[in-house]
């Protein structure tokens, strides 16, 4: 049977909820069969995708994060695994990208509840408001105003190149505002360190990392560079990394795993043998593959180690 929408969306503890003027707080709640979930490329005849909730207004700015996990929500609070779209280059980007198989599909399947959000990009506002954005998505799934099977003390965060290193800041620069913390970090193509030139991160003229900061601003690149705020109290990473990657060279990688280690913090770098960006052999080849399989059953098997998942398969193998 082919995906259908439900006649009304779940509502919070205190009924429904807007999101500016007479937009519904809950977008869209998919029940999937045989089909595909809203043209979000996966097939999900075992998955539950709520879309379109807004989490956020900054500056005017509609945020919103989807849900994914198994049809019907369990009763009982389950970890989180919190998907951070930052691509390309913290320009515009479309979260949906979270719904390709290997990605949220994969972590509701391994057990967690999988949650994609949006963040303000670097058109609109540049850097800190890309991390504030990340820590206020983890802080409104701690509030829990849908009473989503959320598991506040386990909520782990990934993403991949600038969404990389968004996951990257959110475990190492908690804001001190209660309740913005994550349990665990994956972060795959990340920037680590954007004082270090290399690939497609210029910092001596207009590209993407400049426009995250407002120009060239080195003072900005070392404040925005994960690498800086490791701590012995970070959380466990793990890195995965092409070390042919032409965007963001694999030493970026190798210096977040070396700082987190001196640090006394737990971390595993996962080298991808002549991987690209993309992961492949072939940089000019689409975002897919069997490689985005393996990555998402590591992502699935170290999130289960740390946040406390019982040992299940997150994609194909």
């Not at 779940?10 to 519904?24: E, F, L, M, S, Y």
């Not at 045989?34 to 490329?41: A, E, F, I, L, Y």
């Not at 970890?79 to 990605?103: E, H, Y």
């Not at 505002?177 to 972060?187: F, K, L, N, R």
Request: net charge negative.
């Amino acid at each position: 049977m082919p995906c259908s929408r439900s006649p009304s969306p779940p509502q919070g503890p205190h009924g429904p909820q807007t999101c500016g003027g007479d937009r519904p707080w809950v977008g869209p709640l998919w029940i999937c069969g045989s089909g595909r979930c809203d043209g979000g490329g996966v097939t999900c005849s075992d998955l539950m995708c709520l879309r379109d909730i807004c989490y956020a207004r900054p500056d005017g700015v509609e945020l919103c994060l989807d849900v994914v996990g198994p049809a019907p929500l369990p009763s009982d609070p389950v970890p989180v695994a919190v998907r951070v779209d930052g691509c390309p280059g913290w320009g515009p980007g479309d979260r949906g990208a979270a719904m390709l198989p290997f990605v949220n599909p994969a972590m509701a399947r391994a057990g967690f509840l999988a949650v994609g959000i949006s963040v303000r990009h670097s058109g609109q506002a540049i850097f800190p408001a890309q991390l504030e954005d990340v820590q206020a998505a983890v802080r409104w799934l701690r509030r829990n105003p849908l009473g989503l099977p959320v598991n506040p003390e386990r909520i782990g965060i990934w993403g991949q190149s600038a969404g990389g290193h968004l996951a990257a800041m959110a475990g190492a620069k908690p804001s001190g505002t209660p309740g913005d913390e994550v349990q665990a970090v994956v972060t795959i193509s990340g920037p680590s360190d954007l004082t270090r030139p290399g690939g497609d991160m210029r910092i001596d003229r207009p590209s993407p990392v400049t426009a995250l900061v407002g120009g060239v601003r080195p003072e900005q690149l070392r404040a925005a560079s994960p690498v800086a705020y490791v701590t012995t109290g970070a959380p466990p990473y793990l890195i995965i990394h092409g070390t042919r990657d032409e965007t963001v060279p694999y030493e970026q990688g190798e210096l977040l795993h070396r700082a987190l280690l001196a640090a006394g913090a737990d971390s595993r770098l996962v080298p991808i043998a002549g991987g690209h960006h993309n992961l492949l052999d072939d940089p000019d080849a689409p975002y897919d593959g069997q490689v985005w399989y393996d990555v998402a059953n590591e992502a699935a098997r170290f999130f289960q180690r740390h946040l406390g998942v019982g040992q299940g398969s997150a994609a194909r193998t």
